[in-house]
């Protein structure tokens, strides 16, 4: 058909597609999602440069990037043996580590309070954080091994069994989402009990400050041997939970929702609980149980971009990331020379952020 000539038409002129108003605005959208993403990409790296220069030493951002291309073999140095040594076995190292465990806590706590449905879920509510605490424990004060098993895999161990605790219980009680819950609990209190027992009947004062520190979060023993394993394993599950964001998006409207949608629930949900407990285990093994970023990080993430995983996922691991890099900072430095461990500074700060997740979901509700 022939389009008939109007004011806004003249004759002889094809008359201009309808342009939809939806698709500029989604655009940009994108774009400004994208350049968040690329600017936090951006703080991280230079939140880990300028990580590395706060201490005694008298060590420069420009510093930083020289020893670093020069142990990636694209020129030559001019810093000190000495200060070489500081930054590229002491401080990268464990700022780095500090940013794989935030953005890891971070993604596994996002994934959690969708997969239950619950804004206050953290990666440690299936006791995965105290099956590594008891683990770790039996190691150190019991020297299980003679030595030869160490701290972290004492600890990661540890980890896997109490989550695997946790899935015979809620598997033997119905699967449900409230049975999963109520079997972390059970055994977060379990391997608590373990751990202090341990603690009170074989371990010396020595002993117990030490373990202690290690059960608050320390980044203090890092060593690029943890840096590899945790970026591993967190590469490997934020690719895992990215390829299930849509599910993720439709456990938002609960499970009869989701299954309608033809999502398969439990696998779903079994597939999703094994790698964040997996990742949550490896974290904890080498960084101990740094509370509150897990909790915490995902609302800002979603303050920011929505509720979308596709989106929320990268920006809460990058949120977490620049997070904790200067957390640990503070931690080693506040109180030169002495050291506070890395989970007391994220309780500070997470729980007054906590109080106002309590807030906001009580106004929600």
């Known amino acids: 058909m022939t389009a008939r000539p109007t004011a806004r038409t003249p004759a002889g002129t094809e008359p201009e597609p309808a342009t939809s108003p939806v698709r500029p605005a989604r655009g940009v959208r994108t774009a400004r999602r994208l350049l968040l993403v690329v600017a936090a990409a951006a703080l991280l790296g230079a939140s880990v ?5 706060i201490g005694p030493a008298d060590i420069r951002v420009g510093d930083v990037w020289s020893v670093v291309a020069a142990h990636l073999g694209w020129g030559s140095t001019d810093v000190s043996p000495i200060r070489d040594g500081i930054v590229w076995e002491l401080r990268l190292p464990r700022t780095l580590l500090a940013a794989v465990c935030g953005a890891g806590l971070a993604v596994c706590g996002a994934v959690m309070q969708s997969l239950l449905r619950n804004p206050l879920a953290d990666p440690f509510v299936l006791g995965v954080s105290s099956g590594a605490s008891t683990g770790a424990v039996v190691v150190v004060v019991l020297g299980i091994g003679g030595g030869a098993v160490s701290l972290p895999a004492g600890a990661f161990v540890g980890a896997l069994l109490s989550f695997a605790l946790v899935l015979l219980l809620s598997h033997s009680l119905g699967g449900s989402t409230d049975r999963v819950v109520l079997s972390g609990v059970a055994a977060m209190q379990l391997f608590s009990a373990l751990t202090s027992f341990v603690v009170m009947t074989a371990a010396d004062a020595e002993t117990t400050r030490g373990v202690l520190f290690w059960l608050l979060g320390s980044l203090g023993g890092a060593g690029w041997t943890d840096v590899w394993a945790c970026l591993a394993v967190l590469v490997v ?3 895992v939970c990215l390829g299930y964001a849509r599910t993720l998006d439709a456990f938002a409207f609960g499970q009869d929702a989701a299954a309608a949608l033809g999502v398969s629930v439990a696998r779903t949900r079994l597939v999703l609980l094994c790698v964040t407990a997996l990742l949550t ?4 093994a080498s960084a101990g149980a740094i509370g509150f970023v897990g909790l915490v990080l995902p609302h800002a993430a979603r303050a920011l971009v929505g509720p979308g995983h596709a989106r929320l996922l990268p920006v809460a691991a990058l949120a977490g990331a620049v997070f904790l890099v200067w957390v640990d900072t ?3 430095t506040v109180l030169d020379p002495q050291e506070v ?11 007054p952020a906590f109080v106002l997740v ?3 979901t009580r106004r929600a509700g």
């Open 49 to 53: 440069a300028g990580a590395i220069t």
């Open 237 to 239: 599950a934020l690719a």
């Open 341 to 351: 461990p890395v989970g007391v500074v994220t309780s500070l700060i997470g729980v």
């Open 281 to 284: 285990a490896a974290l904890v």
């Open 330 to 332: 503070l931690a080693r």
């Open 358 to 360: 309590l807030y906001r």
